[in-house]
Structures are given as structure tokens and as C-alpha cells.
């Protein structure tokens, strides 16, 4: 089967012609860091096959290493850069946020630096909101705190033109849009129209999508976090269990589209026993169903623990209709109906259980980022900074293979990011849980 092709050609808004302020080096060996150029790539594949002779290489096919540029586009000393944060709460938000000031204001000598409050709402005319001077001192201590000292809000991207008025009355030369999906669907269509009016406003995306589920993003910002508090509330769900007869621990993570949360925290917790994902289905009743198999844990160990994230078994609980302000389709509630089909099915069956539920998303979403993630956050945010002041546009800033590199937003955007229930680490899920491969009837 031929694999799809991408085009990962960075936009830009012109040639770079002012020297940066950044003093770096162009020799190897010298312990002084090296500039980056646009030559400097890598293969966002790096799968091989032995038995071809050689692998063709088109630019259009290369990702684009970030970093600091020695010649750049903007010049810092006549640069207003914004900040937006939209959608849900994240842990790192305010690492990030500190990283894009920090770097703006001691890398490139910029003294200009607003933060648009509450999302995109914050540049639509009838809200009204103030920004915020944003300087190296304001944001000092913001990484000790967890949601966005900017605040957030879902919605709003679609009102492209009027975004876009309000970039031009703020005279803003580059925006840094802080988002997932939807966010930097948003992204997308401010930069289409900013082209169409033939303005010089670069934006550049930092995803945030805790559910680590846009394309070709190795790892979103707080995914590492969200891991750590998620496994923590799985501990107790399984203490629980443990520690009652025929004891059950239901907890719901997040995870809308895509089970890496979920996946993640049963290989982190080493606790549960059953992990269920979006991207693989299920049935309750017979033989093969998750109902039945749960009974014979209970039977055979006296205690089950069951991590399920929100987007999983929608087809059975049946999805509430509409779409969130995010464009995000609205779901039922995995979690309390599970809890309740298993309580119902156990009284039918009159075997005592002791069920205890666990929905820990809010604490997760609004935790301070750990320090895997702080630091994560940081380089992320220095790398927009880079590629902004080199006039780089309607891009991610993204690690592919354990390198920085500018994505451009369309391809990160262009189909979600879902665990593959064929991949090496649905198995090593598998062989953690000891689940079936496949709770459906007929099928194992």
C-alpha cells in the first residue's frame, strides 16, 4: 500500500535580509551553538525498506529544522508580537507563554509584547477585552501555575475577517496562536486572510492538544503531565478495588479521538486491566463482551481496574448531538454509562461488587506542567519565536524524530493522530493488561 504524500514547504513572508541579534557561530567545533539554516532538513520518515538500493529525496517531503536564523525578516526593534491561548486548559500554557516573551525580549531586543485575553474572543470587537503588556518580569513565576494567566475560551476562529481587523488596528507583526485542532484550524484561515490582504503578519502555531492527537506531532505539550496525574488517580482506583470485595475501579481519561492518554498511563500504572480507546471497539454483552470478561476477573482475582477514555464506545452509549464552540463533536458519557451498565449487570447476575469511579480530568487539565514538560514547553516556545522572526508563517513549531522543525499547520491538521490498534504500542497495551485483543462476539 503507497503511503500518502505531504508537501511540508514552509511559507514565508519574504526574504530575510536583517542580520539577528543573536550572536551564534557557522563553525563546527568551536563550543560556541551554530545558527540553523532553511537547507537543514529531516525525513519525517525514517522507515526503510533494505531492499531498495537508495530512497529518493524531495524537498517537499523534508521537514524543516527550527531554530534561530543568522539573518532574519522582522526588525525586533519595530516588532509587536501577540500571544493567544485558545480552547481547553493544558498543563505548560504558561511555560510556553513564558519561553515566547523571554526569548522575544533578551534573544531579540522586542518591547512590544501582548497577550490577548480569553482566546480568540479576545479580538472580536464586541468582547472588548484588554491586553496585556507582557514582559520578562510579568511572566517570571507564571510556570509555577497551571491554566493560562492570558484565560482561554473555545470558540471564535471562525470569524476570520474580524480577527484579522483587529490584528491590523493592534498592528501586530506576528501572532502566536496556542491551540489544538480547532485552534489552529482557526490559524489557518486568520493566515489565508492576512495573505489575502496582502499584510505582513506571520503565525505561528504551538499545539496544544493534551489528547496528543494532530499529525506528526511526537509529543504535545502536557501529554507527559497529564500521564503522571492520570496513573496517580488509576493507583487509587486500583487500591480501592483491591481493597474490597470484588472491588471495581472505573476511571475515565481524556482522549476524544485518540487512546494515547489512556494507552500511556496502563504501561505507566502497570494497574489496569482493561484499557478502553476510541480506535478500538467493544461490545458489553456475550461471551466475548467486556461484561463477561470482567466477571471471570473478578472470579479469578477478586479485583479489576478499567482506565476508558471519553471518546471510546460512543457507538454505545450514543452521542449527544451537536458540536462544541471548538467544532468538536459533542459525546455521551462513557464513564457513568459504563458505571452504571456494570453495576446493573452484577446485580442481575447477584454478585456482590464494590464500584468505585474516577474522573480526574479537570485536576489533570489544570495542573502546573512537571518538569519533563516545563522544559519541553520551553524550547517550543523559543522555536516560534525563531521562526517568526524569520518570517516563517502557518506553521507548528513540532518535534519529529527527536528534532525541532516547522510543520506547517494544514498537514498537522489535515487527519487526527489516533493510536493504531495494529502498532507496537496498542500490543505492549495488551501485554500489559492481559485483555483481549478484541472484545467483540464472534471475534478474539
Known amino acids: 500500500m503507497e503511503k500518502k504524500q505531504y508537501d511540508f514547504t514552509v511559507p514565508t513572508l519574504g526574504e530575510c535580509k536583517i542580520p539577528s541579534p543573536i550572536k ?81 525580549w533578551n534573544s531579540y531586543g522586542v518591547r512590544r509584547i501582548s497577550g490577548i485575553r480569553y482566546g480568540y474572543k479576545g479580538l472580536l470587537p464586541e468582547y472588548q477585552f484588554p491586553t496585556i503588556d507582557l514582559n520578562v518580569d510579568v511572566v517570571d513565576d507564571i510556570h509555577r501555575m497551571g491554566g493560562s494567566m492570558l484565560g482561554s475560551s473555545r470558540g471564535g476562529g471562525e470569524r476570520t475577517e474580524d480577527i484579522v481587523d483587529s490584528l491590523e488596528r493592534l498592528n501586530l507583526n506576528m501572532l502566536f496562536v496556542i ?30 492538544t493534551i489528547d496528543n492527537d494532530l499529525s506528526f506531532i511526537q509529543k504535545s505539550f502536557g501529554f507527559e503531565t497529564a500521564v503522571s496525574y492520570a496513573s496517580k488517580a488509576v493507583y487509587a482506583a486500583h487500591t480501592e478495588a483491591h481493597s474490597a470485595i470484588n472491588g471495581i475501579g472505573l476511571v475515565k481519561l481524556m482522549g476524544r479521538e485518540s487512546g494515547f492518554i489512556a494507552a500511556a498511563t496502563a504501561l505507566a500504572s502497570h494497574e489496569a486491566n482493561f484499557v478502553l480507546i476510541p480506535e478500538v471497539p467493544f461490545e458489553l454483552e456475550g461471551p466475548n463482551g467486556l461484561l463477561e470478561h470482567l466477571k471471570r476477573r473478578l472470579l479469578r482475582r477478586n479485583h479489576a481496574v478499567i ?83 524569520a518570517g516563517k508563517t502557518k506553521i507548528l513549531i513540532s518535534q519529529v524524530n527527536n528534532t525541532f522543525v516547522h510543520l506547517p499547520i494544514e498537514v498537522a491538521v489535515s487527519v487526527r493522530n489516533r493510536v493504531d490498534p495494529e502498532s507496537s504500542l496498542w500490543r505492549d497495551v495488551l501485554e500489559a493488561t492481559n485483555q483481549p485483543p478484541l472484545m467483540i462476539n464472534g471475534r478474539s
Request: net charge negative.
Open 307 to 389: 482506565i476508558v477514555a471519553e471518546g471510546a464506545g460512543q457507538d454505545l452509549v450514543g452521542s449527544a448531538n451537536g458540536t462544541d464552540p471548538s467544532g468538536n463533536r459533542k459525546l455521551g458519557d462513557i464513564g457513568v454509562f459504563l458505571r452504571d451498565r456494570i453495576a446493573s449487570y452484577f446485580e442481575a447476575e447477584k454478585m456482590e461488587i464494590n464500584l468505585k469511579y474516577i474522573d480526574p480530568s479537570y485536576i489533570i487539565r489544570s495542573a502546573p506542567a512537571d518538569p519533563e514538560d516545563s522544559a519541553y514547553c520551553s524550547r517550543l516556545g523559543s522555536n516560534a519565536v525563531h521562526a517568526a522572526m
Open 24 to 104: 551564534l557561530s557557522n563553525v563546527l567545533g568551536d563550543y560556541i551553538a551554530n545558527y540553523v539554516s532553511d537547507e537543514e532538513c529531516i525525513l519525517a520518515d525514517i522507515q526503510v525498506n533494505p531492499s531498495l538500493s537508495s530512497i529518493p529525496l524531495d524537498p517537499k517531503q523534508m521537514l524543516q529544522v527550527a531554530g534561530p536564523r543568522k539573518m532574519i525578516y522582522f526588525n525586533p526593534g519595530h516588532v509587536h508580537a501577540g500571544i493567544v491561548t485558545c480552547g481547553g486548559l493544558c498543563p505548560g500554557i504558561n511555560d510556553v507563554i513564558r519561553s515566547i516573551v523571554r526569548c522575544l
Open 179 to 208: 491551540g489544538g485542532d480547532g485552534t489552529q484550524k482557526g490559524a489557518i484561515r486568520i493566515a489565508n486572510e492576512i495573505a489575502k490582504r496582502g499584510l505582513k503578519i506571520a503565525i505561528i502555531g504551538i499545539p496544544k
